[in-house]
């Protein structure tokens, strides 16, 4: 697939003094930072290495563009369906900014050979520039490949080992930037529009964590009702202590005080068996959310929250305590393998099923159409 060299918009930091705010309005405000000098055009085309530091770990990647056309011949490879009510919102907003403020991030198999130039590349040059962002205790660092030969030995690397990436985030900006594309072209203006921003980080650059659910379901049941009904799905332990999933298949619960452990039925497991890649999310779904809560569509119904794994067991016990008719289910993250098979199946997960990281920021690096 496609890695290309884009000439970056990026900001002036000397103009700002306190980067979680600047960065995380400029989604909305970036017309108005542009157009009072908050952000400035590098004057070449470039590809650039992408590092977040966290307290844990360094995340390292690459920022360029992907294509358009790699999207529509599912080189970029979804896993997830998109709402036309987002797509519109985002399409208002790349028309308003003229512009990508953020990349969608992509994953894709290590390839030893990519790792080699990133890592030359940092020993050789000097960063680009750094942001540090207290929220989440962080540094963003950006180095620039400008250089020609290096650019063509990435651009030709990606096209011979990496045949397609996984979206990892951003479904909605992909198929965003295909929208803009075709009605850019029936317009027959000019610019980059068949260009994504896209930041590129392989598998063994990235952390998968779980994605969990609240959810306001108990109705008019007692708490003995809904456990002898779920009894019949589940294999059931109670815990003497918060605790997430050890392993697929398995899941935790809270209601009210009380922390129990889930285990799939065999006769659950094996009405599903000719399933290529069975999900405990899309097993929660139909069997919980679907045939006992009454809940048919997980994507828009306001009953569920989901939460993030990094934010821990206090998140979720806040969202719970917060109504007595309101449920938690942890999950175990899914691993990186079944994400590919559904994705290479043409099939989609349900909403929420993974969290990754890093997370990317808003604002670094910038492609006006």
């Known amino acids: ?109 290590t390839v030893d050979s990519i790792e080699k130039i990133i890592t030359q590349q940092i020993k050789k040059i000097e960063p680009f520039f750094s942001v540090s962002f207290e929220d989440r205790s962080e540094t963003h660092i950006i ?9 063509k030995k990435i651009q030709d690397t990606f096209a011979k080992k990496v045949p397609h990436a996984y979206i990892a985030d951003g479904h909605h900006r992909s198929s965003t930037s295909a929208i803009m594309a075709q009605k850019m072209k029936q317009k027959k203006k000019k610019g980059q529009y068949d260009q994504i921003l ?7 650059e990235l952390s998968i964590y779980d994605y969990n659910r609240v ?14 009904e779920i009894s019949r799905i589940f294999d059931i332990k109670i815990l003497k202590k918060p605790a997430k999933p050890r392993k697929k298949f398995e899941l935790t619960m809270l209601i009210g005080e009380e922390w129990f452990r889930l285990k799939w039925k065999k006769s659950i497991l094996a009405k599903y068996k000719k399933e290529e890649v069975l999900l405990d999310a899309s097993l929660l779904d139909r069997e919980v959310m679907k045939n006992i809560m009454k809940i048919k569509d997980t994507k ?47 099939s989609i997960m349900p909403p929420k099923s993974t969290w990754f990281e890093p997370r990317v920021k808003n604002g670094l690096l910038v492609l006006e159409f």
């Not at 180095?143 to 650019?151: A, D, L, N």
């Not at 959810?215 to 002898?228: H, N, Q, S």
């Open 198 to 204: 896209a930041a590129f980080f392989a598998v063994k």
């Open 143 to 151: 180095w620039k490949i400008e250089e020609g030969p290096t650019i």
């Open 300 to 346: 828009t119904d306001n009953r569920i929250t989901y939460v993030e794994g990094p934010k821990g067991f206090e998140h979720i016990v806040k969202h719970t305590r917060k109504d007595d008719n309101k449920i938690a289910f942890c999950l175990y993250p899914v691993v990186i393998d079944d994400l590919f098979k559904v994705a290479d199946a043409g």
């Open 1 to 109: 697939m496609e890695i290309n060299p884009f000439q970056a918009v990026y900001p002036s930091l000397e103009y700002i003094t306190s980067a979680d705010f600047f960065f995380a309005t400029v989604k909305e405000a970036y017309s108005d930072y542009r157009k009072n000098g908050f952000f400035q055009k590098s004057a070449e085309d470039a590809i650039y290495i992408y590092q977040i530091k966290t307290k844990d770990k360094a995340y390292t990647g690459l920022i360029g563009c992907a294509t358009v056309q790699d999207y529509l011949d599912d080189k970029i490879k979804k896993h997830e369906n998109t709402l036309a009510t987002k797509e519109q919102q985002q399409l208002q907003l790349m028309v308003k900014r003229g512009a990508a403020v953020k990349p969608i991030l992509l994953t894709y198999p």
């Open 215 to 228: 959810v306001e379901g108990l109705d008019d049941r007692t708490m003995a009702r809904f456990m002898a």
